[in-house]
């Protein structure tokens, strides 16, 4: 047997170390083995406990994402049909801008992150279906870069709640309104700062806000723990919002 000159040298060792003194070092070395066995047990349960915290965190990301999909799609399809009531052929075109939002939301948005540039045009698709709803009395100014650096990325469908708020509570067809949206990279590349600032409609106001928002902020609280600003202000003419994240 290969263990047994192991098992004659530990004898031979014990036999020349008095009774007390061969105990104690006996009891030290089951000590230390049940110490080495506890110490790999911790480490290992650690590590499940780190992977189970993620999977969940996951899940709960996977879950929050999904639900702003039917709940953007709800409020699209709900334009479409208002549409299709004072312009049929703006309508037809809306379905068109529809359709290429839809191949976002279903492929693109199943990424953890995307780049700028794809969020980016996916805000301009969904802008051009509102200009074709809204006559030219609605000032909407957008502001973003025309190309941005490749490596910037941002998690999918994370500033379309705001845009949709803004025309859902901030659009009045007797009084002026406006929407202003602006995109900017920090000079480093390593923060993205968005603003949408809009009018206020006081015959559809309550408070702006919703699934949609909820959704996000738990988003960005697992995703950006404590490393994005979210800045709210609402006036008695005006609603602003302004998020400033890291990429990622």
Known sequence: DIN?????????????????????????????????????????????????KQNMMQAELDYLKYQINPHFFMNTLNNIHALIDIDSESAKDTVIELSKMMRYVLYDSEQDSISLDKEIQFL????????????????????????????VKIPPLIFIVFVENAFKHGISYNNRSYIHI?????????????????????SRWNTQGGIGLDNVRKRLDLLFPKRYQLKIENTSNQYSVELNIPVL
Request: proline share 5%; net charge negative.
């Open 4 to 52: 047994q000159p192991d098992v004659r040298m530990s004898s031979l060792v014990f036999s020349h170390l008095s009774l007390p003194l061969s105990l104690l070092l006996g009891v030290f070395m089951c000590g230390l083995n049940s110490g080495i066995k506890m110490i790999y047990k911790s480490v290992r349960d650690d590590q499940e406990m780190v992977d189970m």
């Open 124 to 151: 301009q698709h969904y802008i051009q279906l509102m200009r074709l709803r809204y006559s030219d009395s609605v000032e909407i100014v957008v502001d973003v870069p025309e190309q941005s650096p490749s490596q």
């Open 182 to 202: 602006s995109i900017e990279v920090s000079a480093d590349s390593d923060r993205v700062r968005y603003c949408v600032s809009n009018s206020k409609n006081p």
